[in-house]
């Protein structure tokens, strides 16, 4: 039924719409780069639907990935690599334990903390997987979680990669829609926290009733004098973070100057310490380019797919289509939340971004969603998506890490995955979670 509402609308969808769906379809399954898919599939619908003229494509290109914005992604890449090399990353994690090694769990509620920071300040939530489950997954099973349970909780720690800004997913959906990265880090300040406490909370939860992990048993003085050891032999790490976050949010500083700042100070320490030598210098600039250079493709594809999707009456007639069946705003809440969980589970976040956003967007726009909230929910969800069962992308990163099977994390996941979504649901429902920062805009 959706489909024939979608065909009903003005601008009648043929062979020229679906055909190059499908190849990007089967571009993916076959392992093809997603910036190719999407380029095959936006070359195919200009070609059939003559919609646009082809010569859109190539100045498209080149406007697709020409903002200032977009400096940012390759800094913040270079920042979190550039902890790692450092050892900065694991100041993080000492941190991080000595202030929660009096609770029950506190190893666990440590590797969230390193997860949360490391992930948002390289805004990567693979990377930020990869890094911390080295660092702390054998350090997980040793103080007594199953290794299906550390994979999964390193998993859910790293999704805040994206959600707790700064992020490359809000740079990015910014872009798209046209909407400052700056405004949006500040709306995903408190739905990012809330992400982040949704799973300290379920790793508590779960530590009570299956006692994982022993604790509990130190006095204050002592917890203190630990925690202040720790700080004491570890603050300067602190001076990363504590850039990015106040330069960002006083609006001192963009977040390209934030990032170009970051790595800079970064690089700096690493001298200092001796831990970063000259001869560090090509290997850490090559990895970060690669995993730039899986971005901006993506992002350059993703403006003349946008503008064939928009001429062809893509958006509205989805719009059309949805609300065609229902007109329940609840209802289509959901629906949203459902199709981004989805996409999250077998699609890295920009090229969800690039391809669900200028649709979901009118649909968000149609039952009074303004955009600030709708794009916190979107990548929250996308998020979500990350870790659902069976086929979230960051329980194939650990299960690679670990050898662990994919499936045996995936049962585990299951908690974190819930009490996250709760979460999602105040996001999409509560407009003031998202917007309390912005009470000069939207009131």
Request: hydrophobic share 55%.
């Amino acid at each position: 039924m959706l489909w024939q509402n979608l065909q009903n609308q003005a601008v009648e969808l043929s062979w020229s719409f679906y055909g190059p769906v499908l190849i990007f379809v089967l571009f993916c399954a076959l392992g093809i780069p997603v910036w190719a898919a999407i380029g095959a599939c936006a070359v195919g619908m200009l070609v059939l639907s003559d919609v646009l003229p082809m010569s859109l494509l190539g100045e498209s290109l080149f406007e697709g990935i020409d903002a200032f914005a977009l400096t940012a992604i390759p800094l913040f890449i270079l920042t979190g690599d550039a902890l790692v090399r450092t050892g900065l990353s694991r100041k993080f994690l000492d941190v991080a334990e000595a202030l929660t090694c009096w609770a029950k769990g506190g190893f666990g509620s440590a590797t969230v903390l390193v997860c949360g920071m490391f992930s948002a300040i390289s805004g990567s939530d693979a990377a930020g997987a990869a890094a911390v489950g080295r660092m702390t997954i054998d350090r997980l099973v040793e103080s007594g979680y199953p290794r299906p349970y550390a994979c999964a909780l390193v998993a859910a720690g790293a999704c805040t990669g994206i959600l707790i800004p700064p992020s490359i997913a809000y740079i990015v959906i910014g872009l798209v829609l046209g909407i400052s990265a700056s405004t949006l880090f500040q709306a995903a300040l408190i739905p990012g926290i809330l992400v982040l406490l949704s799973i300290l909370v379920t790793n508590i939860v779960m530590n009570r009733r299956y006692a994982y992990e022993g604790g509990g048993l130190m006095s204050f003085g002592e917890w203190f004098t630990n925690f202040m050891k720790a700080i004491k032999g570890g603050w300067y790490a602190f001076l990363v973070p504590g850039i990015i976050f106040y330069g960002i949010f006083s609006g001192r500083l963009t977040p390209t100057e934030a990032g170009a700042t970051a790595v800079t100070v970064t690089i700096i320490l690493g001298f200092i310490l001796g831990t970063l030598k000259l001869s560090d210098f090509p290997s850490m600039l090559i990895g970060s380019a690669k995993v730039n250079g899986v971005i901006l493709p993506i992002v350059a594809f993703s403006l003349p797919l946008a503008q064939t999707l928009a001429a062809m009456g893509v958006p509205q007639g989805f719009v059309f289509a949805v609300t065609s069946i229902t007109d329940n705003p609840y209802l289509l809440i959901l629906l949203m939340i459902f199709i981004l969980i989805a996409a999250g589970c077998v699609m890295e976040t920009t090229p969800n971004i690039v391809i669900l956003a200028p649709i979901l967007m009118p649909l968000a726009n149609e039952i009074g969603m303004n955009e600030i909230q709708f794009c916190i929910m979107m990548i929250t969800s996308l998020g979500v998506g990350f870790i659902t069962p069976p086929l979230g992308l960051n329980l194939f990163v650990v299960s690679g890490l670990t050898g662990e099977s994919i499936l045996k994390i995936a049962v585990r996941a299951v908690p974190f995955v819930f009490f996250m979504l709760l979460v999602v649901l105040l996001i999409a429902f509560v407009p003031w979670v998202s917007t309390v920062f912005l009470s000069d805009i939207y009131g």
